[in-house]
Structure formats: C-alpha cells, structure tokens
C-alpha cells in the first residue's frame, strides 16, 4: 500500500519549535506517518516524545540515527521511553550519517559504516523484540542489559546512499529510505534491494524517500530549498548522483570548497525541479504519484517553510488533493 508521510525539517532560518507546529498539522490531516530526525536544535527522543504528547494518530518514525554515534542500546531505551510515555507507536530509522557529526561533533571514529550498520541493526531488533541482546561483533558489543519493556514488531529502517549500504538494508531492514533522488534512482534502486533480497532469501525491504516540497514558491521558498540541496553537492553519492543528471560543474566546485551561498545562487532551477516537489496541489500530487510507480511504497514531504509556516497551506493543499 502506497503511503504518504511528512517529515520534519530543520531549516536554519526558521524558529525551532515550529517542528511541533507541522507535527500536529500533519497529525490532524491525516499523514501516515512523520518521521523525527535530529541535527542542531533538539534531541530526536526528547522532540518525539513532545509530539507524541500533542498528536493523536500519526505513526512516529524516529531518525536516522547515526550508529556511529548511538548505541543500539540507547536507541532502544529511547524508543521504549518515547513510547510508553507518549502511548505514540513509534518505529526506528538509522543512519551511518558523515565524518563531520560523528567524528567532528562527536569524536567518535568514523569508517566501517556497513559493517556498523549490520552489526547495529541485528543487535537492535533483538532487543525490540524480546528485550535482550547479547552480541559481540566486529565493531557493536553489548552484554547483559535487558529492555524492561519490549517493542516487538517495530519497523527498522536504514538510510542508504551507495552500493554496501543498500546492501545491508536490502538484507537486514525492513525498509530503505532515499533523501533527495530522482523517481529513475528510486527504480534503480529498487531493483538493487530486490536482486539483493532475492539472494539472501528474505522478502524486499519496503522504499521509502524523503522528498521536498514547496507549494507555489515564492523567491525565499527556492531560495532555501536550493540552500538544503549544496550541502550535498560534494557528499559521496550524491555527488555522483547529480554529475550524472549533468551538473558535475557545481559538484567540482563545492568538492573544491565553493561557499554554499555562491552554490545556491548559481543552482538551476531546473535542478530543483528534478529531486524537490515544486508547484500547484496539483503537480505535488502528480510527482508523488511519479515516485510511487518509480518503486518508493513511502514518501515523505519534507515542507518549505520559509512562506508557508509550519507548511500548513502545502499540507493541507496536498492531503486534499491526494484524499488523505
């Protein structure tokens, strides 16, 4: 079943607690599911845990996670904590996230991502389910501790970008979530976790991306999509991704050390429209409908902000349109 979904945004320009405001519009129109990350302003358990005591029915996805960072242990005791005081039903998503947060921010090491990520994921669904967990791996050793209350059948998700993770969420997760691709990668993709799935004798974890969208743009509103999107210019994939779409000039100059501000103003628009969600009701509704037959059996909007608070008048023009 096709789902959509919104995710919350961390733009920098806006206030930070207008996080809970688009919590509670997608809540009350009737979204699937929002899904609860973590960059600069709050703790991604401490914001779920305040949506879950303002929302009613939304399905809370926490993450990603980074496992370079988080311990499958602390994971579970945050998920376990977000949902018996919020009564919220929450699912996981983790992430092996980039060398700035976990090595700069963090001073944890960074490498071994794929093999983190196994390791992480294997040790976490053991604990959601019958909340033990004993494992020592090559990287993730835990011994001892036991999850006072279990979360069987929780969904775990893995963020992929590039061919060794997509690997070991097409044979460890139970779903895979995409950020800022084109609805062709998603199908390219999906072959991948599916031809990968088939040889390891599991059945195909679900696609998921995550999408942005701005309903009828203004300047400000391309201005901070475009700001989003240089940032990932010059990150491994992604920069492949888009010299590939024909856009290799602006991946060499932000690999060269191009401030992000010259990227965004030079950024065509054009390139916008191939991995964002921009225009009527209408045309929103018609690119999520361009993913879901490209193989994404979940899509997330993820609102500008910058001319529509809270990204009400998106939300609500698209849940209208698609009868959510």
Known sequence: MNEIGVAIPFWLDRPDTEALDIAVTADRLGYSTLWVGEMVTFDAFSLATAIGSHTSQIRLRVGPLAVGVRTPVGMALGLSSVERLTGSRVDVALGASSPTIVHDWHDRPWGKSAVKMRESVQVLRTILEDGRADYAGKEVRTRGFRLRHALPNRSVTVAAFGPEMTKVAAEEADEIVLNIVTPGLVARVRETVYAHAKAAGRTPPRIAVWVSAALD?????????????????????????????????????????????????DLPPELLARVCMIGSAEQIASRVEAYHRAGADHVALVPSTAEDPAGHCLLSAVAKEMNL
Not at 233 to 242: N, R, S
Not at 246 to 261: F, H, I, K
């Open 217 to 265: 743009p203004g300047p400000a509103s391309i201005h901070q999509l475009a700001r989003q999107l240089v940032v990932y210019l010059k990150q491994p994939g992604y920069g492949e991704m888009f010299t590939e779409l024909g856009y290799g000039e602006l991946v060499r100059r932000a690999r060269s050390g191009a401030c992000y501000a010259d990227l965004a103003r």
